[in-house]
């Protein structure tokens, strides 16, 4: 059974930094596209960030990029995100996510196969 547990979520100030992690158990995704989605209360779940599988070629959203790093460690079966110059709008449950296929395209944007229960990150101004 595929698991995703996030950990490294909560409150920060406005300026601040965070690094979410999140551990895979129950197959290797290591050739697997992993991202980061987030929801912010009353809205709906939106892509934040992706890394390739095979190439480890990253993907972020216009609203992080530059600010916010994905990065994956293949031998443990984690993902990370580390998060700068955080906002209050980076306010949202984030969520560790992964797929079957290898290489990323631009419909992971709107989902992929397996999903965490999420962190909540709360920035405060």
């Known amino acids: 059974q595929v698991q995703l547990v996030e950990s490294g979520g909560g409150l920060v100030q406005a300026g601040g930094s965070l690094r979410l992690s999140c551990a895979a158990s129950?197959?290797?995704?290591?050739?697997?596209?992993m991202g980061w989605f987030r929801q912010a209360p009353g809205k709906d779940r939106v892509f934040v960030a992706a890394i390739s599988g095979t190439t480890g070629r990253t993907f972020y959203s216009d609203s992080v990029k530059g600010r916010f790093t994905i990065s994956r460690d293949n031998a443990k079966n984690t993902l990370s995100l580390q998060m700068n110059s955080l906002k209050p709008e980076d306010t949202a449950v984030y969520y560790c996510?992964?797929?079957?296929?290898?290489?990323?395209?631009?419909?992971?944007?709107?989902?992929?196969?397996?999903w965490g229960n999420g962190t909540l990150v709360t920035v405060s101004s």
């Open positions: 996510t992964a797929d079957r296929t290898t290489y990323y395209d631009s419909r992971h944007k709107y989902g992929m196969d397996f």
């Open positions: 129950g197959r290797p995704f290591g050739s697997n596209v």
